[in-house]
């Protein structure tokens, strides 16, 4: 009865342990001098409204069925939730909004020559908020509004790693060789990303001036997991920096999944006595 009771526990238990796999999430955030005063204060972060535009998608260099389940509607919804922890709400209207949120999601592309791999852009690739080639935005309301990504059109086939500010980091003056092996580390396979660009809508409307405002961008390794567990995750990691400068990166262990895991503490309530061991007695 014990080995069966065991077993049992065992059985129970195996679910939990796999949804409590653990998510190490990579993220970088960096926003404009003139938003952060506006943002930030003694009160908390400002009340903003937004409206969610979708930009890219990367679909990474294998193929994946968990990105095709996953829509941009399960995405951005799951994205707004985590977004009311920085007082960030969706606008009424389409139309209105303080901010206007292109959202870019996939999987990245992992260069398969090693002297590529671990070759660093001599320059931050963020550094420069100029929009180039931009994607083209299905929704007919913002198809006036020209295009709003900054990876530009050579970018639109695969993302990197060194994209999401990973490569970023290992740019900083006086990094010491522990970081730098850890942060080539996160370079080596396929992550899973979300990045959120935040521009002013209110002067996109008014004078069609695109002005980027910040730039929020999570990752994920891909490795063990699928995107319909990883996404919201991302989301979950990502809550506290959203608009945020981060003075250089932030790393978030969660869970992947939806939900929480909270497993307490295993009681004995009772153990029911078969034929045999009322006999005995």
């Given at each position: ?23 190490r ?17 003694d ?9 969610f ?7 990474g260099?294998?193929s994946?069925?968990?990105l ?17 922890q ?17 959202v870019?999601y996939?999987s ?6 090693l ?9 931050d ?13 299905n ?20 993302m990197?790693?060194?994209k999401l ?23 080596e ?8 660009m935040?521009y002013?809508?209110?002067k ?11 730039t929020?961008?999570f990752?994920?390794p891909s ?17 506290s ?11 978030t ?10 497993i307490?503490t ?16």
């Open positions: 009865m014990r080995s069966i009771a065991a077993i049992a526990i065992s059985s129970m238990l195996a679910p939990l342990s796999e949804a409590a796999k653990t998510a999430v990579f993220i970088d955030s960096e926003a404009s001098v003139g938003y952060n005063d506006y943002k930030e204060s009160a908390g972060a400002q009340y903003e409204t937004y409206v535009i979708k930009g890219n998608f990367y679909g260099d294998i994946d069925r968990s095709q389940v996953v829509t941009f509607e399960d995405v951005v919804g799951t994205i707004a939730d985590s977004m009311k920085r007082n960030y709400y969706p606008s009424a209207s389409p139309s209105e909004g303080d901010l206007l949120i292109v870019h996939g990245t592309s992992v260069p398969q020559n002297q590529d791999l671990f070759l660093i852009d001599p320059d690739p963020y550094g420069d908020q100029g929009i180039d080639e931009d994607p083209v935005i929704d007919q309301l913002y198809r006036d509004l020209g295009r709003l990504s900054e990876f530009g059109y050579e970018n639109q086939a695969g990197t790693n060194k500010g990973i490569g970023r980091a290992l740019n900083r003056k006086n990094i010491n060789r522990t970081e730098e092996f850890d942060l080539r580390v996160e370079l396979d396929e992550r899973y990303f979300i990045i959120l935040a002013d809508y209110k996109l409307r008014t004078t069609q001036e695109k002005e980027l405002l910040w929020t961008r990752s994920v490795i063990g997991t699928n995107f319909e567990d990883a996404y919201p995750a991302l989301a979950r990691a990502a809550s920096h959203y608009g945020t400068s981060l003075e250089k990166y932030a790393k262990n969660t869970h992947f999944g939806t939900g929480s895991i909270d307490g295993l009681e004995t309530i009772g153990v029911e006595e078969t034929e045999d061991s009322k006999k005995r007695k």
